[in-house]
């Protein structure tokens, strides 16, 4: 499986307008890091989620350390 990127709303520190996304810690499912540098950039909701599932971006939870958020 390849890794997706997606736009960030907003530029990151390093510049980048890329993100991806990552596992999340205690209750949150997963967060939306910078593509480039790694660096946090928003908490992913249960809605989101649930979106990028049914646009076919990410299959299970475990999916999540290798597909990109797409808004």
Same mark, same amino acid.
């Given at each position: 499986?390849?890794?997706?990127?997606?736009?960030?709303?907003?530029?990151?520190?390093?510049?980048?307008?890329? =993100?991806?996304?990552?596992?999340?810690? =205690?209750?949150?499912?997963?967060?939306?890091?910078?593509?480039?540098?790694?660096?946090? &950039?928003?908490?992913?909701? &249960?809605?989101?989620?649930?979106?990028?599932?049914?646009? =076919?971006?990410?299959?299970?939870?475990?999916?999540?350390?290798?597909?990109?958020?797409?808004?």
């Amino acid at each position: 499986m390849s890794l997706k990127k997606c736009r960030l709303r907003s530029p990151c520190r390093c510049g980048s307008t890329d =993100g991806l996304i990552a596992p999340g810690t =205690g209750p949150h499912l997963a967060k939306l890091v910078c593509w480039e540098c790694g660096k946090f &950039q928003k908490w992913l909701k &249960q809605s989101d989620y649930q979106k990028a599932k049914r646009t =076919g971006l990410v299959n299970s939870l475990a999916d999540i350390e290798a597909i990109a958020y797409s808004p």
